[in-house]
């Protein structure tokens, strides 16, 4: 809660500031690296600097958090606090990072906004700084200690044991552990960072979804190769699909995130789009090896048939459920041959949902919207439908 002193200068600015608030982040980006290039070796992803996913990404938890203070000051922001401090967990972020961000995050606030940043806002908006980082440092705190590691114990190295080709472009990595300490089993749902050196020297961190439910052994997650090279977009991928081979070993975190599959007997819709199909996956997974009773409707929408990645995984698994069914919509449908598969993009619609369903969503974001809003326009609560998003989090659903 902001101090009496605070609050109605915050209201007061919050206009312009948000105005400007994607420009602040996009400087503040700047200034910080030029300032600690280290910070882009090992921590920060350049794939999402270059495309501006970051910047944006920041700007929009910003505005977010401290339009929350003005308008609902007795509530907090658990859905975006969370989702931030998965991510930070995963990639040992340690809380004497929170100030480095904020020296250069307060920098660029004044050089853009220039005079208007009085010393009575500059004060002002410090204070919804470290509102924003204490609730995020105690967050990742009991994230840390909940798993037994620190940020510089999160990694350990594991060996590929398995490539397998789901589809042309998609390929699943099985990996086996090097020692003998504990391994933390994963939630259903939860992804890993992997940690890799690219051909330039810089280690480029990526975080993807655990596709099988963990032995204690082992651990999946599949990889799409992401196109645009030359730009730093698609170089881990690249790396994985081209460079790294059974036997080769790689650097992952312990499992995190915030989306995970909550044990209830309600009925349970997943609608998935493209390589969102990866914690769909990695669900159903964990419901087979729990001997699950629920009704299980997978929905899943892809170019055609054959792009459909892990497809074999997830039909087998939801066969294995006491009621376990899947619809496909597919742009091109005839390559591939599947009579049973709707044409076009998803439509919710076309099917009839179970009552009382609890929903989980993954795919590009104007799937994600498209098919949250009729989810809504069909008179599904929005606290039944929750959301992954692979990178940074454009679009806070929750404060829509």
Known sequence: MLSDTSFP???????????????????????????????????????????GRQQQALAGSIAAFASMLVEKPDQVPDHLLSRVAHKHVSLGLSPD????????????IVDVLGDA????VAAAWDEVYWLLANLLMNKERGLYNAV????????????VTQRIQETAD???????????????????????????????????PRQYSLTKADDGQHRHFAVKRVQGLPTPDGEMSTLLHNDVQVG?????SAPFGDVVLEYTDRPLVMASAGIGITPMAGMLSHLVKSGSPRSVMLLHADDSPASFPLRAQVSEDLTKLADGTLHTWFLNPEEGRDESAFSGFMDVSAVDLPEDAEYYLCGPLPFLKSVRSALMARGVSARDIQYEVFGPDLWLADFQ
Not at 19 to 40: C, G, N, Q, S, W
Not at 150 to 158: A, G, L
Not at 180 to 189: A, F, I, N, Q, W
Request: hydrophobic share 40%.
């Open 9 to 51: 200068i915050i209201k007061a600015t919050l206009p312009v500031v948000g105005e400007h608030v994607e420009e602040i982040a996009k400087r503040f980006y700047t200034h910080m690296f030029e300032a600690r290039p280290d910070l882009l070796d090992g921590l920060f992803n350049r794939g999402n600097q270059a495309d």
């Open 97 to 108: 990072q929170y100030q480095v961000v904020h020296d250069h995050l307060m920098w660029a």
């Open 117 to 120: 940043v009085t010393p009575e």
């Open 148 to 159: 037994h590691l620190s940020p510089e114990t999160i990694w350990r190295t594991w060996r």
């Open 170 to 204: 998609v390929v699943t990595f099985v990996v086996e552990r090097t020692d003998e300490r504990d391994v933390k089993p994963s939630l259903p749902g939860q992804y890993v960072t992997i940690k890799m050196t690219m051909p330039d020297g810089v280690q480029q």
């Open 248 to 252: 080769d070993e790689v650097v992952l």
